[in-house]
């Protein structure tokens, strides 16, 4: 048997589906978070059943790529949970209403429920049971409430005669419902809805913004330094270089296997960037250089997903990414690219059309530095000082602009109007802040450290074969002459494929001028993404679509790195 | 009979109440909007609008919905009157 999870777009049904499945999804407080179905199972009377998250939906007319995808998948189902916002019934009825046409049993799960009591709304669960001729349960999906009876109810589903023959007559029958069973009293606004109001009008909206942007990056800098110097840092030179230098002499200082696990030993020490050993620049790039900055930035990233801050960004950001040929909405997947390109290419399909998803993702894929390599640059960069971290992120910011008026220009098609549900502010609950970052940093954790680990396997044996070399004369012209690069940066050019962080490493080996450096880095910022995100790209964009995208990366990073060149 | 001035959501100002009276956009438009719960009879509030053309904010049986210019254009409403 198959339940298909429905609703309304941000009803809440990934929590829901993490709730039924034990299967951690992302969720947040915005619409569009899930963009591909995610599936799972559920014990039900003894048997394994399959449980798929589908994207959210008004209505089951398609109007959208996300409709499309929501209407075809519900063919194959033979269950429907519509998860429905009861905090708003009237327009999640409507959706409702069309399920209950189909021919397949529904049962309705009234979620959000606790929010009813202080907003005033009342609802009679028993009556709308009544009229609708379906299962209704009250749930409260982020603490767990209902859950069980909901569960221990799913064999009741029904599908019972409804048939409307238009909209508006549709529209009609739930006008009608709504009457029977809701009565909603006045009250008074709370200071969430009075900050949610303040914070989508351009002032005080546009001031906040700034605020908010500003002291995420205090937040996110404060935390990721603090656990680099107060807890990584110490345990690596402390705890973990002993160890490596006790192996270090057990291998006899040198040798092949000694290269591979350690690396080379700087003036006679482990040195945790330039050593290049699986065991000891393998580890601490992920662990030690990475993940604190990575930490940081989802945790900040995460509570304001969480609040449902991010739509209203792209309400205030809206004239402007219209200029780029994108609409506001197109910040939270620019935002999502900041942690990892990867979710933020996926993040993509809630865009309404092909140009406007090939803009933003072409532009994620080169002016937007995932964390991964954020993180090497503030360590690496950051040693010279904080004008040149400043150099890197204002280069690539203006890329983005300048990128996005040409995109703009050139690629034919039309971006649509910005239509979005704004969230209510909430409050999330710390377990879902924690569950949430704690889920992000296993994704990266996993995806991360087999890679580096791989990497610098075979970065050193290329290296004893001499195989950089080869490339190294042969890409000199332009590492040298366009960039001003020493022709050993090549190697990390070319590494920068497969993980751009551990590029950024091989670069420190190189003693480079600061100059050099912020080449470098920004550079390996726009230049080809990432084996992670290229297949990802290759995925989202169509083969057509990725090779056109590469292209402009190629031409932008050769222009703008030389540029930085000529200017520095 | 009270006369209410009829408008645009384009043109309403923050704050401003009022009642849907039509959607004058295409079908696909008036569909997406209409599945959103923004539709002829429902009482509406502009909540914020934007400089240079930019998005406006509306709210509808208590949800919020920020469209943009060119359809804000498209929704005529009847103030509500003072």
């Known amino acids: 048997m198959k339940i298909l999870l429905m609703g309304n777009p941000n009803v809440g049904k990934s929590v829901f589906f993490s709730r039924l499945t034990g299967i951690r999804v992302i969720a947040s407080n915005y619409p569009g978070t899930t963009v591909k179905f995610t599936k799972g199972y559920l014990k039900l009377g003894g048997e394994l059943t399959e449980v798929i998250d589908v994207p959210g939906t008004y209505t089951l007319e398609p109007t959208s790529k996300a409709e499309e995808v929501a209407t075809e998948m519900l063919k194959d189902g033979d269950l429907v949970i519509d998860v429905v916002d009861a905090t708003n019934l009237e327009r999640n009825l409507f959706l409702t209403m069309q399920l209950l046409e189909r021919d397949i049993p529904v ?23 009544q009229v609708l001729g379906v299962p209704v349960v009250p749930t409260v999906a982020v603490t767990g409430e209902g859950m069980k009876e909901l569960v221990s109810r799913i064999h009741e589903a029904a599908s019972p005669d409804v048939s409307y ?20 009293t006045h009250r008074h606004h709370t200071w969430l809805e009075r900050l949610g109001d303040a914070s989508v009008k351009p002032f005080p909206g546009i001031p906040i913004a700034v605020l908010a942007i500003l002291v995420s990056f205090m937040v996110i800098r404060f935390i990721g330094e603090g656990l680099i110097g107060y807890i990584f840092e110490p345990l690596f030179n402390n705890l973990w270089a002993p160890v490596m230098m006790r192996l270090s002499e057990f291998l006899g200082s040198g040798g092949f296997l000694h290269d591979i696990l350690v690396g080379k030993l700087i003036n006679g020490e482990v040195d945790f960037f330039q050593s290049f050993g699986i065991l000891t620049t393998g580890l601490y790039i992920p662990f030690g250089a990475v993940l604190p900055y990575v930490l940081a930035f989802y945790l900040v990233l995460g509570f304001l997903e969480d609040l449902g801050y991010l739509p209203r960004v792209a309400v205030l950001l809206d004239t402007l990414m219209h200029r780029l040929g994108m609409h506001g909405y197109a910040i939270i997947p620019t935002l999502l690219g900041l942690g990892c390109n990867v979710p933020g290419i996926l993040a993509t399909r809630i865009l309404e059309s092909k140009r406007e998803r090939f803009i933003v993702a072409t532009l994620i894929s080169i002016a937007v530095p995932c964390a991964a390599l954020q993180a090497m640059v503030i360590g690496l960069v950051g040693r010279e000082g904080w004008q040149y971290v400043a150099i890197v992120y204002g280069t690539l910011f203006v890329v983005w602009i300048i990128l996005g008026l040409i995109l703009n220009l050139m690629v034919k098609g039309f971006s649509p109007e910005l239509l979005v549900e704004i969230p209510p502010y909430r409050l999330p609950p710390l377990r879902m802040v924690a569950l949430k970052l704690w889920a992000r940093i296993l994704g990266f954790l996993r995806e991360a450290i ?119 | 009979m009270t006369f209410n001035r009829q408008t645009t959501v384009a043109q309403m100002r923050t704050g401003e109440r009022g009642r849907i009276i039509e959607i004058t956009g295409g079908y696909g438009l008036t569909r997406r909007v209409e599945a959103m719960g923004i539709r002829p009879g429902k009482k509406i509030t502009k909540v914020s609008s934007m400089l240079m053309r930019g998005p406006a904010t509306i709210q509808v049986d208590g949800v919020q919905v920020a469209i943009g210019f060119g359809m804000a254009r498209r929704i005529l409403v009847e103030l509500e009157s003072e």
């Open chain 1, 165 to 184: 023959r238009t909209r508006d007559e549709r529209w009609a029958g739930v006008g009608r419902i709504i009457e029977q069973v809701q009565t909603v």
């Open chain 1, 450 to 568: 087999p890679i580096v680990m791989l990497g610098i396997f075979v970065v050193t044996i290329l290296y004893a074969l001499n195989v950089f070399d080869y490339i190294a004369n042969f890409a000199a012209p332009v590492v040298s002459g366009f960039f001003g690069l020493p022709q050993e940066a090549t190697a990390a050019l070319v590494v920068g494929f497969l993980r751009k962080d551990m590029a950024i490493g091989m670069l420190s080996v190189l003693n480079l001028t600061a100059n050099q450096l912020v080449i470098g880095s920004v550079v390996l910022a726009m230049f080809f993404p990432c084996i992670a995100s290229f297949v990802v790209l290759a995925r989202e964009l169509g083969f057509k679509g990725m090779l056109a995208a590469t292209g402009i990366m190629i031409v932008a990073s050769l222009v703008v790195g030389s540029l930085l060149n000529l200017i520095l």
């Open chain 1, 107 to 129: 049962i309705v799960a009234l979620n959000v429920w606790d929010d009813t009591k202080h907003r005033g709304i009342y609802i009679d669960v028993k009556k709308l049971e």
